[in-house]
């Protein structure tokens, strides 16, 4: 397939994604700036959701950039892993209206896990397809993302089930705080050669 | 005409078609989680109707990878397909408050033939216009897709008429199935050689 | 100025100014078919809509393509004219709720003159800077669209007025159609060479 | 990291922000022309917020153009710029209900000087990471631009924010009056060389 078409198109859907969160923020009928603060909640739970899709971006550009190969496959992961990037807005509205209640709180953590399954599949397909290709070297770079690597990992996965599960029971509001500190420290630390690649 | 900006432009707006579906997945004003509830028939046709503009980007795609060029009158047939499937979010919305409701499911069958008869149109407009300009094996390879040969094949319309009158008429909910398999077993049976492109 | 990230991001605000005229169009609360007829209007013009923003971009892509050079004062009154195009969807959500109403046709009327205004002004400053930076002939070819000839003709645009004067006061409902007309046959009728660019 | 993807991306994200702004442009449900007046203060608010995501997009533009590599950190603060460019939409909003109410004028000024500071801050980093990497003259001439020189100066943020402090305790309307005219005569006054790049 014709990679810079796909990615064009993986941008436009990813921006539209992060770009109506902001719809969701409902200006207030008054005037006084106080009847702001009930967006509050809103604010953070925005503020998490663009720190999320933003460094998914960065890690997909990443794989792309690497692939040499785009087939039908991969498309079709990629297409798969966009629809459950589009719930995130849905989950980061409605956790927004309440950071601590358990319902919107347990449906992010779906929204949450199914993209990661979602993700951890993209990679895999990319690399797979890639290594078919011929390609062993931009397979195993994709493979050696720290995302992927965690994602795959039996020990990190149970050990997230288990914090997941402890926090949601006890106190929801904490998945916010998770998932920054996970996408700052797990998606956030990219190769290394993810600069110098241009 | 400007190929690659006719193609970035297209994008753009089904990247934005496909997109805006989320918007009408409404957050709920309680906070259980069982509130969700009620969204789970949009969710089902939000699926298929992302499966469905996925499959018809995949195939826009390779029509217009092959196309050595892109005239006028591709514009506006492009431009009238882009039309048709700017109302799959309305009719996806419709049918996603009760996907057994017999009004919906008529209008969205109506969506479906008239976005059916423009992609056969804008399919045999490029085909004409490349093989006018001296390019038969694109125009053969474009003809050649298996969505383009099922829409223009008498048979299949014929027994799709007669499958979705009765579907209409007894059980409504049963289009929105048929329209996954469809997308599957027709739009996504691409050529061979889509993956071998570039 | 980079032309092709200016062409992106133009591409992008006309695409975005299209899709959204969809969102106004509501899905019936009811569950009958003919609950979609109070609808029927606003397809009338939304359609037109299209249409209109659809020859728009061909032509705009017409003018970008022949320049040579895009400059500051370019990219301005590019801004201008994107700023009066945002304004369609608008009087096309209000005229689609009564056809034959004065105000929303009035309201129309007065964006369809300034986008003009803004549209003449715009291909005035191409052709004026390319011809400045020694491209005459690019200059020639702009300045010879057909669409720019008839914004300047003062008997075009004298005969424009009185017709549209005596349409709003005696039939507000027939500005659809004239708009559809001239989109056609002025807008639509671009140089010869449209189609052989590239 | 692949800079034509991020400023694709970037140009994606910055057309939404500004095209989403008239969808708060609320249609009357009334068909008089009159019914349209009180939308005339948004007017005003969407036209200065056109006009100032306009000027950010060309300086953005222009010091992307001028980068020779994109890093990571780059892409960070871009993120971060994006972020507090989204809310824009969100301040128009609200100052086009009333222009000289307090509560929402004191809004924008809060996400005037947060989004201010963003730019300041990714000016900062697009020249540091260029001149780490051996572009001195690339990171002079992004350093020259007029808006980073005045967002630095202490005597000009220091005349500002007395400004500001005045006008929102005697007459807040001033301060749209004001953004624009900072945005036409700061923002707007780039480099000369802007016109020469390509």
Same mark, same amino acid.
């Given at each position: 397939m014709n990679k810079s078409r796909v990615e064009a198109f993986t941008d436009a859907?990813?921006?539209?994604?992060?770009?109506i969160m902001?719809?969701?923020f409902k200006t207030p009928e008054s005037s006084k700036?106080? %009847? =702001?603060?009930?967006?509050?909640?809103?604010?953070?739970?925005?503020?998490?959701?663009w720190l999320f899709i933003g460094i998914a971006w960065y890690n997909h550009h990443y794989m792309f950039s690497k692939a040499k190969v785009i087939t039908r496959k991969i498309f079709w992961t990629n297409n798969f892993w966009m629809f459950t990037t589009s719930f995130i807005p849905v989950?980061?509205?409605?956790v927004g209206r309440d950071l601590n209640a358990q319902g919107p709180e347990i449906f992010y953590a779906i929204v949450y896990f199914t993209w990661s399954l979602a993700? %951890? =599949?993209l990679t895999h397909v990319i690399a797979k397809e890639n290594e078919r290709a011929g390609y062993e070297k931009v397979a195993g770079s994709i493979r050696d993302m720290k995302i992927?690597?965690?994602?795959?990992?039996?020990?990190?996965v149970g050990a997230e089930l288990i914090?997941?599960?402890?926090?949601?029971?006890?106190?929801p509001a904490l998945q916010m705080l998770l998932i920054a500190f996970q996408v700052l420290f797990v998606g956030g630390r990219v190769n290394e050669d993810s600069d110098k690649m241009f």
């Open positions: 859907v990813i921006a539209i994604i992060l770009t902001i719809l969701e700036l106080s %009847a =702001i603060t009930p967006q509050i909640p809103y604010m953070v739970s925005y503020a998490v959701g989950a980061t509205a409605w993700y %951890a =599949i992927y690597r965690a994602l795959t990992s039996w020990k990190f914090v997941w599960v402890l926090i949601i029971v006890f106190m």
